[in-house]
């Protein structure tokens, strides 16, 4: 076994599908647990982390070690959550009979890459160093009251995403909660001392953008789920409202920073820059406005995803314009304050 640095970028950008035993028995850990973890999907718990991280800095607030310490136990976190999710729904029958999830992504426990002995040593050890993040964001801050509840939430949703939250159609509520103005607010937060309700704002757009690419995922598995009794927000409200509902999201991320950019004045409107993601936001709206097609589309390269890969392209696009204009924005603020007035 060798490290495989290239893996690592792989893994890290895009899904890897693989059938060899032997070629996953010849991975690095490192690359083992970035695959495992989907960790292509688990990279917007990073964005999450760096757009705290600009709107702390911009107000002053930044520190570098409490920032990876803390971005790096929530990105282990995120994939921790993973792990248990398919051990929760492998052992519950879910994952099984080419079900949606194994068919875009190494699942290890249904391709008996490893058992379950294994699947919960990984979930353990992540869950540990996960934990010490925490308890290092606890004595940053003193053990304020606020990172307590923080704590304590995050760790609720670890480990009843899965089930029951999911099944009660709460998963896609929860998503958008934790990915935008939780954990944005709270690695701010963390940095700085202090509860800002303008980044409670601020952490909503991106925080919808992932509960989209989620509310797709669990349309395009509408069918599947319903028939095992998984009650996503798309099984318990119907595909169509669904669908709905997800261009709602998708129109509210840019009604939200156009607010934050003309009414608070919290954003300068170099913000704007998020409209180059105009194809690819009316890519899926117009997407969404018909079923999934019953078989691929010619060419097509990802089957069985179909709404999550154009919320997956827009989530991507969105969030690294999102992180350009946080940039040039607190770049403006530090060195033309008197450009757009506003408050901090």
């Known amino acids: 076994m060798h490290i495989n640095f290239a893996m690592w970028r792989k893994a ?67 994939g921790t959550n993973n792990i248990l999710n398919d051990y929760t729904d492998f052992n519950r029958g879910v994952d099984r009979d080419n079900y949606f999830r194994t068919q875009y992504g190494v699942h290890p426990l249904v391709q008996k890459f490893w058992d379950n002995s294994t699947s919960i040593r990984w979930f353990l050890v992540s869950g540990v160093l996960a934990t010490l993040s925490g308890i290092y964001a606890l004595f940053y801050t003193k053990f304020s009251m606020t990172t307590i509840g923080l704590f304590a939430f995050g760790a609720v949703v670890l480990l009843a995403y899965t089930y029951p939250f999911k099944y009660w159609g709460l998963g896609e509520f929860a998503i958008f909660l934790i990915w935008g103005p939780i954990m944005i607010t709270g690695v701010y937060f963390v940095l700085s001392g202090f509860w800002n309700w303008n980044v ?66 919290y954003f300068t409107p170099v913000m704007l820059i998020i409209l180059l993601a105009y194809k690819e936001a009316l890519m899926i709206l117009g997407v969404m406005n018909k079923p999934k097609p019953a078989q691929a589309p010619e060419g097509w390269p990802a089957w069985p995803i179909w709404f999550s890969g154009f919320a997956f392209q827009h989530n991507r696009k969105f969030g690294g314009l999102l992180i350009v204009g946080l940039i040039l924005d607190a770049l403006l603020r530090t060195f033309l304050p008197t450009f757009w007035p506003g408050l901090f």
């Open 12 to 78: 890290s950008w895009q899904l890897i599908k693989m059938d060899d035993k032997k070629e996953w028995d010849a991975l690095d850990v490192v690359s083992k647990w970035l695959i495992a973890t989907r960790s292509a999907v688990t990279l917007v718990t990073v964005y999450s982390c760096v757009i705290a991280g600009i709107l702390a800095a911009r107000d002053g607030h930044f520190s570098w070690v409490p920032f990876l310490i803390v971005t790096l136990g929530l990105f282990i976190a995120h």
């Open 200 to 265: 409670v704002l601020a952490g909503i757009p991106f925080g919808l953008s992932v509960a989209s690419v989620n509310i797709a995922k669990h349309i395009d598995k509408h069918d599947p789920d319903k028939e095992k009794g998984v009650g996503t927000f798309p099984v318990r409200v119907g595909e169509a409202n669904a669908r709905r509902v997800d261009q709602i999201a998708i129109i509210l991320i840019y009604a939200v920073i156009a607010y934050l950019v003309f009414v608070p004045r």
